[in-house]
């Protein structure tokens, strides 16, 4: 994106606010929260105390634009661009019929009458992340990784009748791919011919790293049972709602599919505190397919938007080179 972002303002929202919350309340602050490249997640206080959280879709906010394949766009992927409304929406009601709290929508416009972008107003969880109270009440925090593994099992004990993208599926979609293995397969070898552009080591390991995937591909035994997942959970998108519960955040990426894939990524950024998470019967050949899918899109997916004007680039570019280490040690 060659010119400077534009990001929002209490006198851009405050005709958003009135629409949510009526005209006798007015804006003290906004705040921009940091850390999102999709999205713009604005903290709104208002002058009689309240406050809530605004979420922005727009080109200003998303740091993916212009960088993606063009299969980004098609909605039967189910690597499309995880970005927009119908997205948040459709998680959101997906969530809220299995039992799994996410924060509470009041108000949504996609005309773009108010703000230049899609808009969505939700409840201000302000009790921090799960990370936070892990680190500083274990007790607490232990209580709500409890109370959010009821909410994985809930989630991944749901079935739908095929794979992919939420509010796809849920529309009647139906996804590309065939399997949910075959479409990580062409997803993952997209990744490594992409990151062999990119860095010397990928163009060197290119062959390495694609005989190593389609050995652990071919492991990979049908199924046609799809859970619900997050696709990213952790405890850094798990924020503490005012009675201590866990509350998911950034959910557009939900879908159904293999429940592995969120065992892989849980797994991973839980780390010690995974156990309470985990569940028997995950297939061995699954997870280690998928984990090491993982490692590649990881690879992929931070090597691209450093090529953009991401500010934190340097800390995508060591990302990237972490994971590589990762694929190309990977043992299969």
């Known amino acids: 994106m060659g010119a400077e972002r534009r ?27 940091a850390g999102g490249t999709k ?20 080109a200003d906010e998303d740091y993916w634009d212009g960088l993606l394949p063009d299969s980004s766009n098609d909605p039967g992927s189910v690597f499309a661009h995880s970005s927009g409304l119908d997205l948040f929406e459709a998680a959101t009601r997906r969530l809220e019929s299995v039992g799994a709290r996410s924060p509470r929508l009041f108000f949504t416009d996609r005309s773009r009458s108010l703000y230049p972008g899609e808009i969505a107003v939700a409840e201000d969880v302000a009790g921090g992340t799960l990370q936070e109270l892990l680190e500083n009440d274990p007790e607490a925090g232990k209580a709500a990784l409890g109370q959010l593994a009821e909410m994985v099992r809930a989630m991944h004990g749901y079935r739908a009748p095929r794979f992919g993208k939420v509010a796809f599926v849920d529309g009647g979609g139906t996804s590309n791919g065939g399997t949910c293995e075959a479409a990580h397969l062409d997803h993952a070898l997209m990744n490594i011919a992409d990151a062999a552009t990119r860095d010397a080591r990928a163009a060197e390991g290119r062959e390495h790293l694609e005989d190593k995937l389609r050995t652990l591909y071919a492991r990979v035994e049908p199924r046609s049972e799809f859970g619900l997942l997050h696709g990213e959970l952790c405890a850094e998108h798990t924020l ?13 990426g939900l879908m159904y599919f293999d429940v592995e894939v969120d ?11 995974y156990p309470p998470l985990g569940i028997p019967g995950l297939d061995p050949a699954r997870m280690k397919y998928y984990q090491y899918t ?28 972490q994971h590589l280490h990762k694929a190309l040690d990977y043992e299969i």
Do not use: N
């Not at 006198?11 to 921009?32: K, N, P, Y």
């Not at 503490?240 to 557009?252: A, C, L, W």
């Open 39 to 58: 999205k713009g997640v604005y903290r709104v206080a208002l002058d009689d105390g309240a406050s809530a959280v605004v979420y922005v879709w727009s």
């Open 294 to 321: 993982m490692h590649l899109d990881l690879v992929g997916g931070p090597m691209r938007i450093a090529a953009g004007d991401f500010p934190d680039r340097e800390w995508m570019l060591s990302l990237a080179d």
């Open 7 to 33: 990001f929002a303002d209490a006198d851009q929202l405050a005709g958003v606010m009135h629409e949510a919350f009526g005209t006798d309340r007015s804006i003290v602050s906004v705040d921009r929260l």
């Open 240 to 252: 503490v709602g005012p009675r201590g519960e866990p509350v998911i955040i950034d959910i557009e």
């Open 263 to 273: 065992h892989c990524w849980m797994r991973m950024r839980f780390q010690e505190h």
